[in-house]
């Protein structure tokens, strides 16, 4: 399993690689802008600016996103 980790000084993004599809539904719907594609595998490049909506987790297509808050 490749999973990158993205900490903040209060929580920590998990995304699995294998099970993101690089349908970038995180992106769409973060209202934080969190998430970039690199490589088309989505990053919490901006693990900072999350306030905690669990958007990402909730919408995310394939589980790909863990997030320790949600």
Not at 2 to 26: L, N, P, R
């Amino acid at each position: 399993m490749s999973v990158k980790e993205f900490v903040s000084d209060d929580w920590t993004i998990k995304i699995d690689h294998e099970k993101c599809d690089g349908s970038a539904v995180c992106i769409d719907v973060c209202p934080s802008e969190v998430f970039k594609l690199i490589d088309g595998k989505s990053q919490a490049t901006n693990v900072d600016e999350c306030i905690e909506c669990c958007a990402c987790v909730s919408d995310c297509p394939t589980g790909a996103i863990i997030h320790t808050s949600c």
